[in-house]
């Protein structure tokens, strides 16, 4: 089979579908060495895909482009038809709108274009519901990361469910593995200027991941002095969060610690160190940050929103989503020791596993 696979994405903001789809990809192309497979890029190879430049199997096609949209839209489809292949795969965004190819499956992580409408811009919600739309219509077949999201995607995109494969996102073997020296440990804490006792969010800064619950909650108990840990917010900002921190007091400001983009070999790490991870999102398709914050056994405080408690199982201490008294409950219910070690992971979750269903799910009829 020759498979072509969209790793366009990666050239940009990297967060979790781009892993997502870069994970996929390198597992079905070291998994499957008999198969064909055409990758195409955006300005440069990617830096993990670059020892796959000299093997017989694998063509690299490299596109040049700034603009994103223009390029997704335009530049990226005009290309696609000169190629033959098997299957198109594109994992992180959908298939675009000029491009009707037969063969195309494409990922829909979530529908939070409908689901959370305002946690995105006016021109944002409306492009992803019409590629949607065309995707539903023109992809032979649906990728996506949950149960939650499976289910969303047939009630809103009328899609028979044969036509949909849940694949999870998996976890590195880093995580699963992880062991640090003291010192090793303290050069990470100093790269980023970690506070000595801190609790950790780790996600997009943005208005759907709750950002805002988080930091009133934490104002709140600090300011009652129930609290003695800084909170640390890592990710790449978002939209509107620079409004959010500018409306808050210089005391709280002072407590408050943002790393930007951690670097994954530092993950492990910033996740070990803290105290608790806290996860406020109120809409995810899937949400790595929690899982692999439970990899490295820091307990986690989880909103119940969407998919987490399918993924998350009974690992982690849930409060209700959105619910600003319950989120200060669980947080002090866990300093006071109520809740005092990370529970054990639901499942397996393997990028190995994952991509070896998405290889069986290319080769289904109906």
């Not at 195309?104 to 305002?118: E, F, L, M, N, S």
């Not at 997009?204 to 104002?219: D, F, G, H, Q």
């Not at 790490?269 to 105290?275: K, S």
Request: aromatic share 14%; proline share 4%; with cysteine.
């Amino acid at each position: 089979m020759k498979i072509g696979i969209d790793l366009t994405a990666l050239a940009d903001n990297f967060s979790g579908i781009e892993r997502f789809t870069m994970n996929i990809a390198y597992q079905l192309i070291i998994n499957f060495p008999k198969d064909k497979f055409v990758l195409i890029f955006k300005n440069q190879i990617f830096k993990l895909f670059k020892e796959f430049k000299e093997k017989e199997n694998i063509e690299i096609i490299v596109l040049k482009g700034k603009n994103k949209l223009f390029f997704s839209q335009l530049v990226l489809p005009a290309h696609l038809y000169k190629i033959k292949v098997d299957y198109w795969l594109f994992m992180a965004f959908p298939t675009p709108f000029l491009f009707w190819g037969k063969k195309t499956i494409t990922a829909i992580h979530d529908v939070g274009c409908w689901d959370q409408p305002k946690a995105m811009t006016f021109s944002s919600r409306y492009f992803f519901r019409i590629l949607f739309r065309k995707c539903a219509v023109c992809d032979e077949k649906i990728i996506t990361v949950s149960e939650f999201s499976k289910g969303r995607i047939q009630k809103k995109l009328k899609i028979k469910k044969e036509r949909i494969k849940v694949l999870y996102n998996g976890l590195s073997p880093d995580m699963y593995q992880y062991k640090k020296e003291k010192k090793e440990l303290l050069a990470v804490k100093n790269k980023y200027s970690l506070p000595s006792q801190y609790i950790l969010c780790l996600s997009t800064l943005e208005p759907r991941k709750n950002m805002r619950l988080l930091i009133k909650a934490y104002s709140d108990l600090w300011k009652e002095k129930k609290l003695k840990a800084d909170l640390v917010l890592a990710g790449r900002k978002g939209w509107k969060i620079d409004n959010l921190l500018n409306s808050l007091d210089d005391e709280i400001l002072e407590h408050i610690h943002l790393t930007g983009f951690i670097e994954d070999e530092d993950l492990p790490t910033v996740y070990h160190c803290a105290d608790v991870f806290v996860f406020p999102s109120i809409y995810e398709g899937f949400g790595i940050p929690p899982l692999e914050a439970l990899a490295v056994n820091t307990p986690v405080i989880s909103s119940n929103s969407t998919s987490l408690p399918e993924v998350l199982g009974e690992a982690a201490i849930y409060f209700e989503n959105n619910n600003l008294e319950d989120l200060k409950c669980k947080l002090l219910g866990f300093y006071s020791g109520k809740y005092s070690a990370a529970g054990e992971l639901p499942r397996k979750y393997d990028w190995k596993e994952s991509a070896k269903e998405c290889r069986r799910f290319l080769e289904m009829r109906w």
